[in-house]
């Protein structure tokens, strides 16, 4: 069993217990954006969490050890994704990248924002003329040293 048979089984299970993200967060009292990266392989889980996401989704032993071995990150199969809702985001960097890293830089110097140290939050926002999605990602500024 590897990394990616545990999220596909866990993508079924949840599905077949009609559980949400958010469902399961709440069971390890972590962030469902956190939660979701971390079951669909691209964090680890303590063994605390893993067993308590293994109990809620019917995991077996071996399924619950690959929760908390360290994956290896970065989940898109293409260097550009042909799923729509990721290549969205794919052109979105590709439009406003370059204005976002002129802006972060403008406002803290040389340097980039961090993944590790980082939060997201991800909201439906009503809206009359069609629902919006908001994705807050708040990362810690890291400059470029000097040696």
Not at 8 to 29: F, H, Q, R, S, V
Not at 91 to 96: A, F, R
Not at 97 to 122: C, V
């Amino acid at each position: 069993m590897n990394r990616q048979d545990v999220t596909e089984m866990i993508i079924i299970n949840k599905k077949m217990k009609g559980l949400t993200w958010l469902d399961i967060a709440n069971k390890i009292g972590l962030s469902k954006e956190w939660t979701t990266a971390a079951l669909m392989g691209q964090m680890t889980l303590n063994e605390s969490q893993a067993t308590i996401i293994g109990k809620a989704l019917d995991l077996p032993a071996e399924a619950v050890t690959q929760l908390q071995v360290v994956p290896y990150k970065g989940s898109l199969p293409t260097a550009v994704p042909t799923d729509p809702l990721l290549y969205r985001f794919y052109e979105l960097i590709n439009v406003y990248g370059t204005t976002i890293k002129s802006l972060i830089h403008e406002e803290f110097g040389d340097g980039i924002m961090s993944a590790i140290d980082f939060s997201m939050d991800i909201q439906r926002e009503a809206n009359p003329m069609g629902d919006r999605v908001k994705i807050v990602l708040n990362g810690k500024f890291l400059p470029y040293k000097t040696y």
